[in-house]
């Protein structure tokens, strides 16, 4: 299976979900300038998206554990 390229440079995130409220999130992001909790609707949106994208692409448990032993052999 073709992967695509990996979002690159999007840095460290949590979404937020807060199941109480229908659709609520919000984005919470730390870097070296300090932490940021965002709930720009938009913002939120494009990071729900490339978190679904991140997992869709990401490698199964048993085949990141085969990749690491093939690497270290």
């Known amino acids: 299976m073709a992967r695509s ?4 440079g999007v840095g460290a995130f949590i979404l937020l979900v807060f199941p ?3 659709d609520a999130m919000a984005l919470y992001t730390e870097g070296r300038a300090g932490a ?3 709930e ?3 913002k939120v949106r ?3 998206l490339v ?7 990401a490698l199964t448990p048993s085949a990141a ?5 093939s690497s270290l052999a």
């Open 5 to 8: 390229a990996p979002a690159v």
């Open 46 to 48: 494009e990071a729900k």
């Open 36 to 38: 940021a909790h965002i």
């Open 51 to 57: 978190f679904d994208r991140l997992q869709t692409e």
């Open 20 to 22: 109480q409220a229908e």
């Open 65 to 69: 554990t085969a990749l690491v032993t």
């Open 40 to 42: 720009d609707p938009e």
